[in-house]
């Protein structure tokens, strides 16, 4: 990462292209998922963001770690990356790093991102990379068919849990609030519209923007969202921006605090310089100090150094 960065331009996120972006063009595969799954729907919402904000082709970077939601970029026609389960953070923050110009996101499951990939979950947080993340989540393993999750609720049945979970399930809302994410926000498969402008919201944000989005596995946790599906009784209740303020932290905690199926919408949003721009000024200022060096030159200095 560290050499790419030497050398990459601190070029600012490129313009929008003059060849229209569509759908079908960025559309790759047909989607292997069960039939009503809900990852279809945040599939067509993300096509449909993306068909808006015309970013050039070449500049979108999708990247996944390993679950049913993170089959992701197979069905992307951009770049993109099937990672490692719970790693695909690591190596997003890698390729925004050292390519300013792209725009890079990451899809994944409540497993990958809450489970294995927590830990890097925190640390992309808290150092404000510039990348977009959304989580995908069923409350379940989906791909390895029905194991317990870090969002599975209490008395869930599982193969894991075949008498029902006994383990308080995280409060995403919360976590991120805590790990220092400067864009935090829920949404739901099934609410497209809201889902659409969400996502738009956070693509737009200037620094780690991160989407909790419901999405229904059907084949091993059906119904699970019908509390906040209005169609199956329940009640889609959106964040009301004007009694909230998004800067506020602790009222953005509160709203994570109520019962579920709890709050929908943007719960925080600040500007915090990223890690991105950061680096980079300490990049420019160490390359002053060496006489305007080029980064593949002191890194060859050093090396003659250390020999
Ligand atoms: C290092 C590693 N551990 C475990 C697995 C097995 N595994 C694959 S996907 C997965 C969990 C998937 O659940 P989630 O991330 O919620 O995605 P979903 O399938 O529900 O979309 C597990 C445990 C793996 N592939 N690699
Ligand atoms: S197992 Fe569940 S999450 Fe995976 S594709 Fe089927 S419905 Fe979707
Ligand atoms: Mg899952």
Not at 99 to 123: A, E, K, Y
Request: aromatic share 10%.
């Amino acid at each position: 990462m560290s050499t790419a960065t030497l050398e990459a331009p601190a070029a600012a996120p490129a313009a929008p292209a003059s060849d229209k972006l569509t759908k079908k063009i960025l559309t790759a595969d047909h989607p292997t998922w069960c039939p009503g799954c809900g990852d279809f729907a945040v599939l067509a919402a993300f096509y449909k963001v993306l068909e808006k904000l015309q970013y050039p082709h070449e500049k979108i970077v999708c990247v996944a770690g390993i679950g049913c939601s993170s089959r992701f970029p197979y069905f992307m026609n951009t770049h993109g990356i099937h990672f490692i389960h719970g790693r695909a953070l690591p190596l997003a923050t890698g390729i925004s790093l050292s390519r300013p110009d792209v725009h890079v996101f990451v899809f994944g499951g409540d497993g990958d991102g809450f489970s294995i990939g927590g830990n890097h979950l925190n640390h992309a947080a808290r150092k404000n990379v510039k990348l977009t993340y959304v989580i995908m989540d069923n409350y379940v393993y989906g791909l390895t068919k029905k194991q317990t999750s870090p969002t599975s609720p209490q008395g869930f049945k599982s193969k894991t849990d075949p008498t029902g979970s006994i383990d308080r399930p995280i409060n995403p809302m919360k976590q991120l609030l805590a790990s220092g994410a400067t864009f935090i926000a829920r949404t739901h498969a099934a609410q497209v519209k809201h889902m659409v402008d969400t996502f738009e919201r956070a693509i737009l944000h200037d620094g780690f923007s991160v989407v909790e989005c419901l999405s229904e596995c059907v084949m091993f946790y059906e119904g699970s969202f019908d509390d906040s599906t209005p169609r199956k009784g329940g009640v889609y209740d959106i964040i009301d921006e004007t009694q909230h303020d998004v800067k506020d932290d602790v009222a953005a905690y509160k709203l994570a605090d109520l019962p579920s199926p709890g709050k929908f919408g943007v719960f925080y949003q600040v500007e915090r310089p990223t890690k991105n721009a950061l680096e980079q000024k300490w990049i420019d200022a160490t390359q002053s100090k060496l006489g305007g060096l080029s980064g593949k030159d002191i890194l060859r200095k050093r090396i003659e150094v250390m020999r």
